[in-house]
DNA sequence: AATCATCGGTTCATTAAATGAACCGATAAG
DNA sequence: CTTATCGGTTCATTTAATGAACCGATGATT
């Protein structure tokens, strides 16, 4: 069915960074004749899958798969799937666990679960988590689509606490390294006192869309503890991949 | 482009009443062979648009849309359309202005523009709205798929003052008045005090996705104030409609 | 002002893909 | 044991898709 085969992959030429494409530039990208780009178009235009801006006649993401993600949520939601591996991860870790999905220049809490020590790491559902900063912020940076990660290491880069790294170049030597180890551990950089482990998550694009960490008081974050609750994080977040629609992995 | 067209097609069969579906049942529905409905979606899960159950072998929205519909938000949020209309009705009518999302057998409500006067109801985002005893329920429950509706009306209803209508025949009465003026009103029915207007929001599908709906202390909702407010609340679901991609209405 | 490059869009002879009746093994109901 | 229906497959036949060449419009360059 290869006609709707390429139809389809048309809409993987659109991003956060790419948010629209015209008719000629999306033929290029794709390899396809332009007319055929364009049939392709007008028939995901039928139904809401895209849409053509009518001033520069560019042609974006449609409001129609709002409707679908809608329906997908309400009937197999991502909670479901989320809040069951937050939970164990809590059970096995102690500490308070949190799922983040990246939106906006910045990572976003949709799925918390937290610890039952009285002393434990609060925090907030809509947060915004600043990436350079924090472990999740670096597991995201390390896997995420590149323009993604160049763009925000392009910027001026804020210090939280007298740890934070603030260097592009440094930090670009510890996501080198949350590559190799497939985790991120970041302790006293955005908060004093707190130590956060986290892991990307993955959807169907290959990249990274998100994390899950688990941030604890530092006070409790002890070298092996942190070995032993690197391969929790990575597993809990692998889970929560495969509900995002990611490939599974291998080994 | 007629195959990308009949594939695309078969996502209009799942619905919140119909999350998943078989390979012989989608071909009942649609109309098309067997073996061609099988290529079709066999070419939508390649791309993550929909996903087959391991063990039902039926079909379902996959979640690849996730990602695609959240690309469509960053980069062109619902909200960004949303808010200015909210805060237009706001200025226009002096009321506390909110716009709800169906999903899960209620109204949530994921956009809010409050009022200035220091007597104005107060509203939460992500507040669960009951359907029968609020202007924005009626304004739904008016326009929605009738399996919602009947689904709706077959439960017991609660009573939340002692004006709440609980009768599903009654009910029924009042949703065929809202068909006939496009708006619901809806005083003192789900909390003493409060008077709420409230008109429904289409997307692609045709049915009522959601409402949007101003609250005010009933002192202030005199008839003829309702009157001038009403058309109001239509113009701004009406643009709403149209950003949640729903065809223009004629007229 | 004229020229050039590229845009979105269209056409129709040519090429390729899609189609569906018939068939299969598996499973559940009667 | 029989029947009905499931998901899935095949290949001769039918139908749709393809893309080079072309169009008018627009913006940049000379």
Known sequence: MQTVDKALSLLSYF???RPSVGLSELARLSGFNKATTRRFLVALEKHGIVEQDAT????RLGAGLLRLARVREATNPV???VQPVLNDLVSVTGETAHFSLYAGGSLATVGLSESAKSSRVMLGKGEAIPLHATASGLAYLAFARPAITDRVLSKALPAFTEHTVTGADKIRRQLS???KQGVAVAR???EDGVC???APVFDSDGFACGTVAIAA???RAQRKVIASVQPEVMRAANEIS?????EPRSG
Do not use: H, K
């Open 217 to 219: 008081p530092a006070a």
């Open 188 to 190: 006293n950089t955005f």
């Open 177 to 179: 390294s949350v590559r």
């Open 15 to 17: 991003s956060e960074q």
């Open 79 to 81: 909670a479901a799937i």
């Open 56 to 59: 520069t006649r560019s042609y």
């Open 242 to 246: 495969l509900a995002m629609g990611a």
């Open 196 to 198: 956060g482990i986290a």
